[in-house]
């Protein structure tokens, strides 16, 4: 629980077992001590409850700007409360002037003797929950202003609690970095109790942190960030998932150097034993940038990364629909090697967190019946920087300040998305609104759920993305069903679609539907069909094969339909050969008379050529 720093530790604090601070905090024992001070188990004497006191070194408490800045800091650090945080209860001064905080006392194990006691790496599944609960909580303290700038394995306590045998508190938050926004207003609450003037700070030469998990701006004495955490718990992440630290090297000054300049070793170059699977890594490597701008741009970022991972792989790591929803990322913030629609919101993003508000046996589900997983993780951790560019789903390239964007989603995401029903796809046409196909499964999956006006408007929307082009048989059939179905309004959409925007496609169907006796309401079906292929502007648009069945079908003369067989051997199809073969009949004409109604066509042989060449032409396709 204590903040170390380069500087060589102070004196020897003295020995306090046995006192009672602010008559109320009896001390029982050292928990550990470091170059800021000390920490003791207390107990609350009017309470009877434990709690842990640091105490800031004597030396450091006497001087006034010291004591300031660790006034100011305590109190915006009291003002983290999160489940995964010890949060910090009361601030005070000894008797003798040593400034003191206290803050909860956790029993439980830290990161770091689990990393000892195990003596080799974490699994996946445990080193992501644990990553995870560690986000929640510096994502609340960012929240507030508070950048921690001390995270290690000795400051994450793991605790048995109800089925979460490590459930996470991060300690330490006493002496943290308080951002401007925060410090300002600690700093105002500080001077109207001592009814003076916010007192201005100077910065503190001292760079405060451990070396082996301190940030590359950290080192260098730059501005601390949010981004600074991200570094350290990256460290950490590296560390749980190989059993290693990035770095090795036992010269504390060298590993400053090594987060500055040196390139972060592959997971399986520390660890070769080790599988590690490559989006996971990525998550690691993101975070240990060296340039804090290319890092996940909040602790939000990070854990929504983490919960892709961990539906990629069927892992719970405890997230809940409360958890996930995601919060705007502020202007100019972007996830590095990630799509843009993970930064902000986006349709594709909603798409995602519907994925992740499933239950996790629906998830499992799904993950066996389609590859959701490496779907929806090369979508999120950027695999195409690390040579996976596979992903197949749109992402974002920054090339000399100009965005490419892809514009058709991968099978396996449209796959992906069908399998969450209509809603999942209209969220994921919304980013790829060029992508017929996609458009195409969507059209079928609202006429599946019986929305057959959605699926019409998805059957527009694929014809407006890819203009001219043949649509599917199964989305043709959308239309067909809608037209056929009679009720609703969806039926008059469906033959607007027929007269004009399918073109000839729309016009075979019309003749199909013209003589359809199979269905409910045939008769007003086929009269409908009949009176639309008679418009002048439906006809436009009908193949010559259409046409001249068309016309075979309405001549009713003998004449008529000799002048046609031209026509027909040059264009007809089965259509038209179905009407040339009744017209070999000599008696009836079709119906209840016994003469010969097409006469005409026996004075030679050109029916019999005309049904020979359609039939020639059919056989050939």
Same mark, same amino acid.
């Given at each position: ?434 992508? &017929? @196909? $996609?458009? /195409? ?5 609202? %006429?599946? *759920?019986?929305? #057959?006006? +959605? !699926? ?98 309405? &001549? @009713? $003369?003998? /004449? ?5 067989? %031209?026509? *027909?051997?040059? #264009?007809? +199809? !089965? ?47």
């Amino acid at each position: 629980m204590n903040p170390t720093e380069t500087a060589e530790p102070a004196a020897e604090p003295v020995n306090r077992l046995g006192q009672v601070i602010a008559g109320r905090y009896l001390i029982q024992r050292l928990l550990g001590e470091g170059g800021m001070g000390a920490v003791y188990l207390a107990e609350h004497t009017q309470m009877n409850k434990l709690v842990a006191l640091k105490l800031l070194h004597q030396e450091l408490s006497e001087d006034a700007e010291v004591a300031a800045r660790f006034e100011r800091e305590a109190m915006a650090a009291a003002h983290i409360v999160h489940p995964n945080v010890a949060g910090a209860t009361d601030f005070g001064k000894t008797d003798d002037g040593v400034l003191f905080l206290v803050l909860e006392y956790v029993e439980g194990t830290s990161l770091r003797d689990v990393l000892l006691e195990k003596d080799a790496p974490l699994s996946v599944a445990r080193s992501l929950r644990i990553t995870r609960q560690v986000a929640r909580a510096i994502e609340c303290a960012h929240e507030a202003g508070i950048v921690h700038r001390d995270l290690k394995p000795e400051n994450v306590m793991l605790v048995k609690k109800a089925d979460e045998p490590d459930f996470v508190k991060v300690l330490d938050f006493g002496i943290a970095k308080v951002l401007e926004g925060a410090a300002q207003q600690a700093a105002e609450a500080i001077a109207k109790r001592n009814g003076g003037a916010p007192q201005q700070l100077t910065r503190i030469g001292t760079i405060l942190g451990t070396p082996e998990y301190m940030a590359p701006e950290q080192a260098l004495g730059e501005a601390i960030t949010p981004a600074t955490d991200l570094y350290g718990l990256g460290v950490m992440f590296y560390e749980m998932l190989t059993g290693k630290h990035p770095f090795e090297t036992p010269d504390r000054m060298a590993m400053i150097s090594y987060h500055v300049v040196a390139p972060v070793p592959t997971m399986r170059e520390r660890a070769p034993n080790r599988d590690i699977p490559a989006q996971v890594e990525a998550i690691a490597r993101c975070l240990l940038e060296k340039d804090s701008k290319k890092r996940y741009p909040t602790s939000r970022a990070l854990i929504e990364a983490i919960d892709v991972a961990a539906t990629a792989h069927a892992i719970d790591v405890g997230a809940s629909p409360s958890a996930i929803p995601s919060q705007p990322v502020p202007s100019g913030g972007q996830l590095p090697n990630a799509p843009r629609f993970l930064h902000i919101d986006s349709p594709l993003r909603r798409f995602v967190e519907k994925v992740l508000r499933l239950p996790r046996p629906a998830l499992v589900g799904m993950a066996a019946a389609a590859p959701l997983g490496f779907v929806l993780v090369m979508v999120v951790s950027g695999l195409r920087s690390r040579g996976g560019s596979g992903a197949g789903a749109v992402t974002d390239e920054l090339e000399s300040g100009t965005q490419s964007v892809h514009t058709v989603a991968s099978p396996e995401l449209v796959s992906a998305a069908a399998a969450l029903g209509p809603e999942a796809l209209e969220d994921l046409s919304n980013s790829f609104p060029r992508d &017929a @196909s $996609l458009l /195409s499964t969507l059209a079928v999956a609202y %006429a599946a *759920a019986g929305k #057959s006006a +959605d !699926a019409l408007r998805a059957v527009r929307a694929v014809l407006a993305a890819s203009p001219g082009a043949m649509l599917r048989d199964d989305v043709l059939q959308v239309v067909v069903v809608a037209a056929a179905a009679g009720q609703g309004g969806a039926d008059n959409d469906a033959f607007a679609l027929l007269e004009g925007p399918l073109g000839e496609k729309g016009v075979d169907v019309l003749i199909e539907l013209s003589a359809k006796t199979s269905v409910s309401g045939g008769r007003e079906l086929r009269a409908r069909a009949s009176k639309a292929l008679a418009k002048v502007d439906v006809r436009e648009h009908a193949s010559p094969a259409a046409l001249i069945a068309l016309d075979m079908k309405a &001549a @009713s $003369l003998c /004449s008529g339909k000799r002048d046609l067989l %031209a026509r *027909a051997r040059e #264009s007809g +199809d !089965a259509r038209v050969l179905t009407q040339l073969k009744l017209l070999k009949q000599t008696t009836g004409c079709g119906g209840w008379t016994r003469r010969d109604c097409w006469a005409c066509l026996r004075k030679d042989s050109i029916l019999d050529e005309s049904i020979a060449a359609v039939e020639t032409r059919a056989a050939a396709k």
